[in-house]
């Protein structure tokens, strides 16, 4: 724990000092390009801590040395230190931008949802098109990645609590989802037909390779810059403006906004925006 009296360090079952944060901190940042505040020691220990149990490590300089030794860890490492809070339909107002996209682009092919987390904005961004079409035979891809393996599990499954769905309209539950009965009771899994809408993978932002096409439509891109320098942003955003097609539409999060960035997209509405390239 950093910045507090030894003798709360103590208590811990492991010893964590500000260097092991410190070690743990730059490993992230260069796996995943996150930067972890200082502010979050505590969640750092209780999610690694776990790990560390697991494997039957003697601490978290055991841990670090076992993650440097083994790269079949990184991806655990990943998994258990990244965020992910989602719901369907959240920041809505997006959902609307994407219904009137649509009407307006008739060609778009391909939508990209590069934070998908366990699944509840890609499959919102899928009822926002199969609601347009009035039908889940859409002539759109709809591609859906994140980079924690675990989470990605989840949303393939398609399973959510009941009050996951609670603020969906009727019509949308009807259409949208089975209810689980006898030992589902209480579960609502997405029905096969908005599932096939979806496909899912893994993509690391820092990658090199993006398994994407070339030419993306629509890129929702989230509350995710938000964990990233800027100097990362500006990186994987120069990626991302790249593929963008010439009318491509990059829909941001509530809380990130792109000023320093105004030589790659310019607003287009509320945190939505277009790729400066396309100006015309």
């Known amino acids: 724990m950093l910045n507090k009296p030894a003798a709360l360090i103590q208590e811990r079952e492991f010893s964590f000092t500000a260097v092991d944060f ?8 260069d796996l995943a390009g996150i930067r972890l505040n200082p502010s979050k020691d505590s969640m750092v220990y209780s999610r690694l801590v776990r790990r560390i149990r697991t494997l039957k490590l003697a601490g978290f300089a055991d841990y670090l040395q076992y993650l440097a030794r083994h790269t079949e860890e990184e991806q655990h490492f990943i998994n258990a230190l990244t965020t992910n809070l989602t ?9 609307d931008v994407l219904s009137q996209y ?6 778009c ?15 919102s961004i899928a009822m926002t098109v199969a609601e347009h079409f009035g039908s889940f035979e859409v002539p759109i891809d709809i591609i859906a990645s994140d980079i924690d393996s675990q989470v990605l599990a989840i ?33 609502v899994r997405v029905v096969p037909e908005l599932a096939a809408m979806v496909k899912f993978t893994r993509i690391n932002l820092l990658d090199q390779k993006w398994p994407l096409p ?3 439509d629509v890129i929702f891109c989230r509350n995710v810059m938000i964990y990233f320098d800027k100097s990362m942003q500006l990186q994987i955003l120069e990626r991302m403006v790249k593929r963008l097609s010439p009318d491509g539409l990059y829909i941001a999060g509530h809380s990130e906004n792109f000023a320093h960035a105004s030589h790659l997209v310019k607003p287009n509405g509320k945190t939505t925006y277009k790729p400066v ?3 015309s």
């Not at 410190?22 to 940042?29: D, E, H």
């Not at 719901?87 to 959902?95: D, I, L």
């Not at 092919?109 to 499959?123: D, V």
């Not at 499954?157 to 969906?168: A, C, D, F, H, S």
């Open 22 to 29: 410190q070690a743990i901190a730059r490993r992230l940042y």
């Open 87 to 95: 719901s369907f339909f959240r920041e809505a107002h997006h959902f």
């Open 102 to 107: 649509l009407k307006q682009h008739p060609a």
């Open 109 to 123: 092919k391909t939508i990209w949802c590069a934070a998908s987390s366990t699944g509840e904005e890609p499959y």
């Open 155 to 187: 949303a393939t499954k398609g399973i959510y609590p009941q009050e996951r769905v609670e603020n969906l309209s009727q019509t949308q539950l009807k259409n949208f989802f089975h209810r689980g009965v006898a030992a589902q009771a209480g579960q």
């Open 214 to 216: 070339e030419s993306i």
């Open 277 to 279: 390239t396309n100006r």
